[in-house]
């Protein structure tokens, strides 16, 4: 889960990591209020998880409650990159004199999370490493035994940063870990790591990623909304507990398995479609879990053909066909459907869905062929 | 031959008296797998259908001897449960579990790199079927016969899809083993193919991979250093948009890296054939191996 950057700051502040003082705004009138509150002059800060909200002229700075004014209701609903703004974060303007790139990550491949920093703040990691692959110091920390002095002392070397800070920003490194392991994320971004005019060491932006599996252990986290950012559809499929990422395509598609669902959307566009959705109804899906998923595929107003494609393993395809003959009965279905049902009970489920007679469902026998057949009914 | 489980597996299960537990356990028994223990803390002295209950790990393997462990447990006690299974000293511990904290498995993971001494399978991974011989998981077993294909994925439908297609043209399997779909799993496809590589009865090895991380494109130069077997792959997902997770907490392209054509180059560059679908992978098996039926 991607948290916004004020979410982000409420961790920061939480674990002791030096931040601007700031307030949310959802309203132009709670902004100019904030701003008052923290004194002129501020910063304006359109709230969506994307890069390049600078560009997009989603980040003012207000001198005076006139500005604080008119910048707020521009950035409010302004379009950033496909999302729109609904969010604000007022902050104290921060006076800069030097701007670094920290980041704690999560590294797969070595299975450790690694600490970087880099002197050429303000661009991302791409453009650093194209402008100078050296700028950017990395290294591991074992999970077992954390962020040690050492460690902070050794990125700041090699990333060559001004030696009156090399201590605070080890510290600010060391708590960024503490944030990266207390607060269960997959990356603790700060970009710009900002060294002011005075040499104070400020986080003057953050980006985190929350483990979504540990939320059970963060309240406050779980808590946490992105409201530019949720589709209606996927949030509806959260609230049934689906796992379900809208396409842009108009082949509705309904699996049991990541890895099946996945290699059903391939075989749909190998067929010349484009799927509407990925759909993963679990292994043991069970008729009331089916009626669901039909419901939130068919709530996509683009989707002009369904494919269900069910290998039972631990799910019976005779559920599934109960599930949607239930589905039917339920709901005013208007676009055909294309199932296919292989593995376990499979001629059970064949057998129950050519007893319903369901209006407008083909049933094939092989995932290529229903691919085929829903493609052709899509068009 | 097979790897990882067979005949002589004693398996002990970590949370064999809840729902899921049971209801798996007992089919691996069924299937003919020696269900030796369960573990449940407070419930010792119970028994599962036969299978006597402890409260540790420690007292079912001093009792019962057993190795391999699985866990069944909830994602919340699952860590624990593993490093319980591997300080009991057991070699083997496969992880069924889906949704334990990735923070937890690292701690898991690089303790039991250093202690060197057990495997892990998983989490959120099928397990281990060894066709004719033993059942450590919930792979649905009646698809699949005793052959000469050793089968390695990431995903456990997927693994059913593909097992089907070569079951229908006559081909079994020595082991098909799930390792996974989270961002930290014990064991890697290199892991699993170093064992088929060794294992006599296998003569073809199938890798169904998915997109997220770099693993499939670092086994791809595994496999040509290595590995004398031939190898076919499938790689799912080409059609995955970048920074959304499909299903698994594993499978994210971020940015340019992890895409599924990026791991079907590599794979192909170091000459090991993809099949396009499930379909075109076993077709690419019969080529290889030979028409069975």
């Known amino acids: ?379 | 031959m097979s790897i990882l489980v067979t005949e002589s597996t004693r398996l002990v299960i970590s949370g064999l008296t809840g729902r899921e537990g049971s209801f798996h356990g007992l089919n691996n028994k069924r299937y003919g797998t020696q269900v030796v223990a369960g573990v449940t803390p407070g419930k010792a002295g119970q028994d599962v259908d036969g299978i006597p209950v402890f409260n540790t790990v420690h007292a079912a393997v001093e009792v019962t001897g057993a190795n391999p462990s699985m866990i069944f447990v909830p994602p919340r006690f699952a860590a624990d449960a593993i490093m319980e299974a591997a300080d009991a000293g057991v070699e083997l511990v496969v992880c069924i579990t889906e949704g334990i904290p990735a923070q937890d498995m690292l701690r898991v993971y690089t303790h039991l790199k250093r202690t060197d001494r057990t495997r892990l399978i998983g989490p959120n991974c099928p397990g281990v079927l060894s066709p004719g011989k033993a059942n450590v998981g919930i792979i649905p077993a009646h698809f699949f016969s005793e052959g000469n294909v050793g089968l390695v994925s990431r995903s456990g439908t997927l693994t059913y899809q593909i097992g089907n297609e070569l079951a229908q043209r006559g081909f079994g399997n020595s082991t098909i083993v799930g390792i996974g779909g989270d961002p930290v799993v014990g064991s890697s496809f290199i892991d699993i193919i170093g064992l088929f590589e060794q294992d006599e009865q296998t003569e073809l090895v199938v890798m169904c991979g998915e997109i997220g991380g770099d693993e499939e494109e670092r086994t791809a130069d595994y496999i040509a250093a290595n590995v004398s077997k031939p190898v076919v792959g499938y790689i799912a997902g080409f059609t995955a948009p970048p920074g959304k997770t499909m299903g698994h907490a594993g499978a994210i392209v971020s940015g340019s890296s992890g895409t599924a054509a990026a791991k079907a180059e590599a794979l192909e560059a170091k000459g090991v054939r993809v099949g396009r679908n499930p379909t075109e992978v076993a077709e690419v098996a019969v080529e290889v191996l030979g028409a069975k039926v």
């Open chain 1, 1 to 379: 889960m991607d948290l916004l950057e004020y979410q982000g700051k409420l961790l920061f502040k939480k674990h002791d990591v030096p931040v601007p003082d700031g307030r949310h705004a959802s309203s132009v009138q709670e902004a100019v209020e904030a701003a008052e509150e923290l004194g002129f002059p501020v910063v304006i800060k359109a709230q969506v998880q994307i890069g390049g909200r600078g560009k997009a002229g989603g980040i003012k700075l207000a001198k005076d409650r006139r500005e604080a004014e008119a910048h707020a209701e521009a950035i409010l609903g302004m379009d950033v990159r496909g999302l729109t703004v609904r969010e604000l974060y007022v902050e104290q303007a921060s006076d800069i004199a030097e701007e670094y790139y920290a980041a704690i990550v999560f590294d797969r491949g070595a299975k450790m999370p690694m600490a970087m920093l880099s002197r050429m703040g303000g661009m991302d990691v791409e453009e650093i490493a194209e402008t100078d692959p050296n700028a950017m110091a990395k290294l591991h920390v074992d999970p077992l035994v954390g962020f040690q002095d050492f460690h902070g002392r050794r990125l700041a070397f090699e990333a060559g940063i001004a030696e009156d800070v090399i201590r605070p920003v080890g510290s600010m490194l060391s708590r960024l870990y503490h944030v990266f392991v207390e607060e269960d994320a997959m990356l603790v971004e700060v970009n710009p790591l900002l060294v002011t005019g005075s040499r104070d060491v400020v986080a003057l932006d953050a980006k985190v990623t929350v483990d979504g599996n540990a939320l059970y252990r963060h309240e406050d986290t779980a808590a946490f909304r992105n409201p530019s950012a949720e589709d209606p559809q996927e949030q509806m499929a959260k609230e049934r507990g689906l796992t379900y990422v809208k396409l842009d395509g108009n082949v509705g598609i309904l699996g049991n398995g990541a890895g099946l669902v996945m290699s059903t959307l391939d075989v749909v566009a190998q067929a010349g479609g484009r799927p509407a959705n990925f759909l993963d109804a679990g292994g043991g899906s069970k008729a009331d879990a089916i009626v669901s998923a039909v419901e939130v595929i068919l709530s996509d107003p683009k989707v002009t053909a369904v494919l269900f494609n069910i290998f039972g393993g631990i799910t019976r395809c005779d559920e599934v066909a109960r599930g949607l003959v239930t589905a039917f009965e339920q709901i005013e279905v208007k676009v055909p459907f294309v199932v296919r049902l292989d593995g376990t009970n499979d001629e059970e489920g064949r057998r129950i869905l050519a007893d319903a007679n369901l209006p407008n469902v083909t049933v094939e026998k092989t995932m290529l062929a229903a691919a085929a057949k829903v493609v052709e009914l899509a068009e």
